[in-house]
């Protein structure tokens, strides 16, 4: 079974998981179900790098200024688990393999790795 974290409120993972084969997947709402230590220990072991989950391009990002800090891999984990808004959009996890954000490639191999 796959696992599909998004936001329903965002409009591009609306348009994204229309566009998906959703038949064996698990739907997680990242804003009624924050993910845990133990979702997202799965997420970094597949994508060896916090910051790759991060989305840099959130509002809380930039109120903060992080952009001009100098972070840590656990500063990104810290930041992951403090605020759903920091996970970049969507996260699949599909046969052992990790899909983070909306870049067409991205979806595009997502939409094969769902099939």
Avoid: W
């Amino acid at each position: 079974m796959s696992k599909i974290y998004h936001l329903k409120t965002c409009d591009t993972c609306k348009r994204i998981l229309k566009e998906l084969n959703l038949e064996n997947s698990e739907l997680i709402e990242i804003k009624s179900k924050p993910i845990n230590s133990v979702q997202l220990a799965e997420m970094y072991a597949l994508s060896g790098s916090y910051e790759d989950l991060l989305n840099k391009r959130a509002k809380l990002y930039k109120e903060r200024g992080l952009k001009d800090q100098a972070l840590k891999e656990e500063d990104f984990k810290a930041l992951l688990l403090e605020h759903y808004t920091f996970l970049k959009r969507p996260v699949a996890i599909v046969h052992n393999r990790i899909f983070i954000g909306n870049s067409k490639n991205n979806i595009e191999a997502l939409k094969t790795a769902l099939v």
